[in-house]
């Protein structure tokens, strides 16, 4: 193994490759920052031009593009709140307000760190257990999954603390149903069409990201005008943007969520059905549970934790998704595809056997990934005071350039105006709930959620017969219910549990 | 997520570069056989039309065929809408393919949209893939004749998956086997997976029994011993598989492929139609088509002109009458 290992490295380290890695990593910053481009389409990008190329320097090529394309998609959320995939969602979640806090060039040092360490951590786990985790990335079944989603969805409730509970929940609600527009992947049945040919494949998470987050939020500063105090302080602000200071108090807050968010995210990343955005939404709401109550308030308005677990998790994850790829052959989601793909084009067939027959591929690969992570980090981390700088532009500039790339990455994805439309449509009403006080990342959780939740469901009923044994039948799905079920309770009984506690010692004090 | 079929046989149809998208792709063509084709793309970038399209484009002019070939992208309604635009403006398109699959012949049963391939100039089908069956390796379902005995003993007992929605070609394909093997087909337990790797996913965590598939997407997986594939809806065994039978073989005399081909527009001259055939039968010899074909793991298979419309027929009749006695229809 170790012999495998160090001819990968040596394969890595040519200066060629080296070269390779760094452009991959700037090309793919730059398409990941673009909404609508992420890995996926930064990855189908370099295909053919990697076409002919020893297949070392072209996986070495892709895998910065891939780590790129991440990256430059965190950077969008923080600094636009335009999440153009969906694992950057949680990003945004507190990217984004500590962006508007003047702390861009802080936000994107925590996430550029953050994603460094979880991809460099999971890929320590990929080195050293990728052929003996090929069987956890089976031993979830759609029970599972869908018990995994209900326990995502109680992330939920890292919104609902500021006193918005029926808000946040509402909005949940609406994200479900949103979900459910489209064709019916159980019966085939057309639901909430209207009849219309474009709504037929249902939503695009997409687009309703780009209207409900990046368009609103533009729309919203406009409406909103800032008064000449708020100018003055931000003004102030502005003058720190670029600065990427990380206080050593801040680091020591960060490890430890670092630490648990990778291990995280790269076990959820290796199940073929989960994948980078449930880590990073899981991850969010385990942080947001263990931080207790005073830092915990502080998810949602630019909480450091807040926005180092999903930023770590998500990474973590992209690289776990590489075991089942490898080691089984099958790709968990569209990045893995495209990987598969690019594989398969070098003659490489992933699968148990490229790990006894193609050592030396195998191992290429995963040093590759860790060359990526590396030189991402090296290359961005000069870069971000100056990419901070673009909140600097004045908004008479700004606001009409991200609504113009909103609409374009949604567009060129598809080709079809009545995305457009939607759009519109969609960041107009989002417009009218946020002067409402009605939280948008509920919504966007339970769309994302919803959909997944409900396909997972609705295949575990047709194999039991339509019969709900399901849910207690395997120990794996009641255990993951069980878990859920306890962080929905537990905050609810805690002041039962003192106001108990309080009783008892005051007996007890009485009695003695 | 939500647009399953879009997705699901990117990893055997490779999308091509996005970027290139945007501009179109100019060739030499000093002595090309076409001046300029323009390929309509009923889907967004990066699915399996937009690759089939841009592959077939790429080959076409680096091997000096065809001079110029230019894309659009034209999504919505599950192809409907460039079906649609190609019939409205069918003056202009003279010189346009637009690209498509086994699912225009679905999708227009199902009324999803109201046109058909008749409305259209049907060119050629120019490449496809086999459906097979599929279980994990170590299930006890020796071959195909004993999962079709298990299914008639209890149709219940085996969970067939497959990586389309209900109603969907995977779906039908079982429907349209089971019934040639004396079975009962509209009692398939079907487990529809949004994508092809996840349902593989789901079959080797042994949450169904077996899965119907695409034979490229099975093949590999066969060859490293985690799945048996039963049976391949060809006439004849594969060369690539010499030992796999055909379902035919096993008692169940129906035929599938799941082909991707070209269409023109209606009203198209014969002397226009036959210049495309010929075009596209002049490729299949150039190394630049082996290129983009071996890239991307496509299989051969050409059907041209009076072939493919016959061809078409007859699926749409077969798939029409299953989709009843289902009541898909």
């Given at each position: 193994?170790?012999?495998?290992?160090?001819?990968?490295?040596?394969?890595?380290?040519?200066?060629?490759?080296?070269?390779?890695?760094?452009?991959?990593?700037?090309?793919?910053?730059?398409?990941?920052?673009?909404?609508?481009?992420?890995?996926?389409?930064?990855?189908?990008l370099?295909?053919?031009?990697?076409?002919?190329?020893?297949?070392?320097?072209?996986?070495?090529?892709m895998?910065?593009?891939?780590y790129?394309?991440?990256f430059?998609?965190?950077?969008?959320?923080?600094?636009?709140?335009?999440?153009?995939?969906?694992?950057?969602?949680?990003?945004?979640?507190?990217?984004?307000?500590?962006?508007?806090?003047?702390?861009?060039?802080?936000?994107?040092?925590?996430?550029?760190?953050?994603?460094?360490?979880?991809?460099?951590?999971?890929?320590v786990?990929?080195?050293i257990?990728a052929?003996?985790?090929?069987?956890?990335?089976?031993a979830?079944?759609?029970?599972?999954?869908?018990a995994?989603m209900?326990?995502?969805?109680?992330?939920?409730?890292?919104?609902?603390?500021?006193?918005?509970i029926?808000?946040?929940?509402?909005?949940?609600?609406?994200?479900l149903?949103?979900?459910?527009?489209?064709?019916?992947?159980?019966?085939?049945?057309?639901?909430?069409?209207?009849?219309?040919?474009?709504?037929?494949?249902?939503?695009s998470?997409?687009?309703?990201a780009m209207a409900?987050?990046?368009?609103s939020?533009?729309?919203?500063?406009?409406?909103?005008?800032?008064?000449?105090?708020?100018?003055?302080?931000?003004?102030?602000?502005?003058?720190?943007?670029?600065?990427?200071?990380?206080?050593?108090?801040?680091?020591?807050?960060?490890?430890?969520?670092?630490?648990?968010?990778?291990?995280?995210?790269?076990?959820?990343?290796?199940?073929?059905?989960?994948?980078?955005?449930?880590?990073?939404?899981?991850?969010?709401?385990?942080?947001?549970?263990?931080?207790?109550?005073?830092?915990?308030?502080?998810?949602?308005?630019g909480?450091?934790?807040?926005?180092?677990?999903?930023?770590?998790?998500?990474?973590?994850?992209c690289?776990?998704?590489?075991?089942?790829?490898?080691?089984?052959?099958?790709?968990?989601?569209?990045?893995?595809?495209?990987?598969l793909?690019?594989?398969?084009?070098?003659?490489?067939?992933?699968?148990p056997?490229?790990?006894?027959?193609?050592?030396?591929?195998?191992?290429?690969?995963?040093?590759?990934?860790?060359?990526?992570?590396?030189?991402?980090?090296?290359?961005?981390?000069?870069?971000?005071?100056?990419?901070?700088?673009?909140?600097?532009?004045?908004?008479?500039?700004?606001?009409?350039?991200?609504?113009?790339?909103?609409?374009?990455?949604?567009y060129?994805v598809?080709?079809?105006?009545?995305?457009?439309?939607?759009?519109?449509?969609?960041?107009?009403?989002?417009?009218?709930?946020?002067l409402?006080?009605?939280?948008?990342?509920?919504?966007?959780?339970?769309?994302?959620?919803?959909?997944m939740?409900?396909?997972?469901?609705?295949?575990?009923?047709s194999?039991?017969?339509?019969?709900?044994?399901?849910?207690?039948?395997?120990?794996?799905?009641?255990?993951?219910?069980?878990?859920?079920?306890?962080?929905?309770?537990?905050?609810?009984?805690?002041?039962?549990?003192?106001?108990?506690?309080?009783?008892?010692?005051?007996?007890?004090?009485?009695g003695? | 997520?939500?647009?399953?079929s879009?997705t699901?046989?990117?990893?055997?149809?490779?999308?091509?570069?996005?970027?290139?998208?945007l501009?179109?792709?100019?060739?030499?063509?000093?002595?090309?056989?076409?001046?300029?084709l323009?390929?309509?793309?009923p889907?967004?970038?990066?699915?399996?039309?937009?690759?089939?399209?841009?592959?077939?484009?790429?080959?076409?002019?680096?091997a000096?065929?065809?001079?110029?070939?230019?894309?659009?992208?034209?999504?919505?309604?599950g192809?409907?809408?460039?079906?649609?635009?190609?019939?409205?403006?069918?003056?202009?398109?003279?010189?346009?393919?637009?690209?498509?699959?086994?699912?225009?012949?679905?999708?227009s049963?199902?009324k999803?949209?109201?046109q058909?391939?008749?409305?259209?100039?049907?060119?050629?089908?120019?490449?496809?893939?086999?459906?097979?069956?599929?279980?994990?390796?170590?299930?006890?379902i020796?071959?195909?004749?004993?999962?079709?005995?298990?299914?008639?003993?209890?149709?219940?007992?085996?969970?067939?998956g497959?990586?389309?929605?209900?109603?969907?070609?995977?779906?039908?394909?079982?429907?349209?086997v089971?019934?040639?093997?004396?079975?009962?087909?509209?009692?398939?337990?079907?487990?529809?997976?949004?994508?092809?790797?996840?349902?593989?996913?789901?079959l080797?965590?042994?949450?169904?029994?077996?899965?119907?598939?695409?034979?490229?997407?099975?093949?590999?997986?066969?060859?490293?011993g985690?799945?048996?594939?039963?049976?391949?809806?060809?006439?004849e065994?594969?060369?690539?598989?010499?030992?796999?039978?055909?379902?035919?073989?096993?008692g169940?005399?129906?035929?599938?492929?799941?082909?991707?081909?070209?269409?023109?527009?209606?009203?198209?001259?014969?002397?226009q139609?036959?210049?495309?055939?010929?075009?596209?039968?002049?490729?299949?010899?150039?190394?630049?088509?082996?290129?983009?074909?071996?890239?991307?793991?496509?299989?051969?298979?050409?059907?041209?002109d009076?072939?493919?419309?016959?061809?078409?027929?007859?699926?749409?009749?077969?798939?029409g009458?299953?989709?009843k006695?289902?009541?898909?229809?």
């Amino acid at each position: 193994m170790l012999e495998g290992i160090l001819t990968g490295l040596q394969t890595a380290a040519s200066p060629l490759n080296i070269l390779m890695v760094a452009v991959g990593c700037f090309v793919g910053t730059f398409i990941g920052m673009l909404p609508g481009l992420g890995p996926i389409s930064a990855i189908a990008l370099m295909i053919p031009i990697t076409y002919g190329f020893d297949p070392a320097t072209g996986l070495i090529l892709m895998a910065g593009v891939y780590y790129g394309a991440i990256f430059g998609g965190s950077t969008s959320s923080i600094l636009i709140n335009a999440p153009g995939v969906a694992g950057t969602v949680a990003t945004a979640f507190d990217g984004y307000p500590m962006a508007r806090r003047g702390e861009a060039g802080k936000a994107l040092a925590i996430a550029a760190y953050s994603s460094f360490s979880g991809g460099t951590i999971a890929a320590v786990f990929l080195l050293i257990a990728a052929p003996s985790l090929a069987v956890v990335s089976l031993a979830f079944q759609s029970a599972d999954y869908f018990a995994l989603m209900v326990l995502g969805l109680t992330a939920v409730a890292a919104f609902a603390g500021k006193g918005n509970i029926t808000k946040a929940l509402l909005m949940t609600v609406l994200g479900l149903m949103l979900s459910t527009v489209g064709t019916d992947a159980a019966l085939g049945m057309q639901r909430f069409t209207l009849g219309s040919l474009d709504l037929i494949d249902g939503i695009s998470f997409l687009l309703l990201a780009m209207a409900t987050f990046a368009l609103s939020e533009a729309l919203m500063s406009v409406l909103k005008p800032k008064s000449d105090d708020d100018r003055k302080r931000e003004m102030e602000a502005q003058q720190n943007l670029g600065s990427m200071k990380v206080s050593g108090e801040e680091v020591k807050e960060m490890a430890p969520v670092v630490g648990r968010s990778s291990v995280l995210g790269f076990f959820v990343g290796v199940l073929p059905g989960a994948g980078a955005t449930i880590a990073s939404f899981l991850a969010y709401g385990m942080e947001q549970r263990l931080a207790g109550p005073k830092k915990g308030a502080e998810f949602g308005k630019g909480s450091i934790r807040g926005l180092s677990a999903p930023e770590t998790a998500n990474n973590a994850a992209c690289s776990g998704s590489f075991v089942p790829l490898l080691t089984l052959g099958i790709p968990g989601s569209g990045t893995t595809a495209i990987m598969l793909g690019a594989l398969i084009s070098y003659g490489i067939q992933p699968g148990p056997r490229l790990f006894v027959d193609n050592p030396s591929v195998f191992w290429a690969v995963i040093i590759s990934m860790y060359i990526g992570n590396v030189i991402l980090l090296i290359l961005n981390l000069p870069l971000i005071p100056y990419i901070a700088r673009i909140l600097a532009i004045p908004s008479t500039i700004l606001i009409p350039m991200i609504l113009f790339f909103s609409l374009i990455g949604v567009y060129f994805v598809s080709f079809n105006t009545f995305d457009i439309h939607l759009m519109v449509i969609f960041a107009v009403a989002a417009v009218g709930l946020r002067l409402l006080d009605f939280p948008m990342a509920p919504m966007l959780l339970g769309f994302i959620l919803g959909g997944m939740m409900e396909d997972n469901l609705r295949r575990a009923l047709s194999i039991n017969d339509d019969s709900w044994s399901f849910l207690w039948a395997r120990p794996l799905t009641l255990s993951i219910l069980a878990i859920a079920v306890l962080i929905l309770i537990v905050p609810m009984l805690t002041p039962q549990m003192k106001r108990l506690k309080a009783l008892v010692y005051d007996r007890a004090a009485e009695g003695g | 997520m939500l647009n399953g079929s879009a997705t699901r046989r990117v990893f055997l149809a490779l999308p091509l570069a996005l970027g290139v998208a945007l501009t179109g792709l100019a060739g030499q063509g000093q002595a090309a056989d076409m001046e300029s084709l323009h390929f309509l793309i009923p889907g967004g970038a990066g699915g399996g039309w937009d690759g089939t399209a841009r592959g077939t484009g790429e080959a076409l002019t680096k091997a000096g065929i065809v001079g110029k070939a230019s894309y659009e992208n034209m999504s919505g309604g599950g192809g409907g809408k460039a079906i649609a635009h190609l019939i409205e403006t069918a003056k202009k398109q003279q010189s346009t393919l637009m690209v498509n699959s086994t699912p225009i012949v679905i999708r227009s049963l199902q009324k999803v949209f109201p046109q058909s391939f008749r409305d259209l100039t049907p060119i050629a089908g120019t490449i496809g893939d086999y459906a097979s069956f599929v279980v994990n390796t170590e299930s006890d379902i020796k071959d195909f004749a004993d999962l079709v005995a298990r299914y008639k003993a209890d149709p219940k007992s085996v969970a067939i998956g497959g990586g389309s929605v209900a109603g969907g070609m995977d779906h039908i394909v079982t429907a349209l086997v089971m019934k040639a093997a004396g079975a009962q087909p509209t009692k398939v337990k079907y487990i529809p997976y949004d994508a092809g790797g996840k349902a593989m996913a789901g079959l080797l965590s042994k949450e169904i029994q077996a899965l119907s598939t695409g034979y490229g997407e099975a093949a590999e997986l066969a060859k490293q011993g985690q799945v048996r594939i039963l049976c391949v809806t060809a006439a004849e065994r594969l060369k690539d598989a010499p030992d796999v039978p055909t379902c035919k073989e096993e008692g169940a005399d129906a035929q599938f492929v799941n082909w991707r081909g070209f269409f023109g527009a209606p009203g198209l001259s014969d002397a226009q139609k036959q210049a495309f055939v010929g075009a596209l039968e002049k490729m299949y010899a150039t190394p630049e088509w082996e290129t983009v074909r071996a890239r991307n793991g496509w299989v051969n298979i050409f059907n041209p002109d009076d072939k493919f419309v016959a061809f078409l027929e007859d699926q749409e009749k077969v798939i029409g009458d299953l989709m009843k006695e289902l009541g898909f229809l």
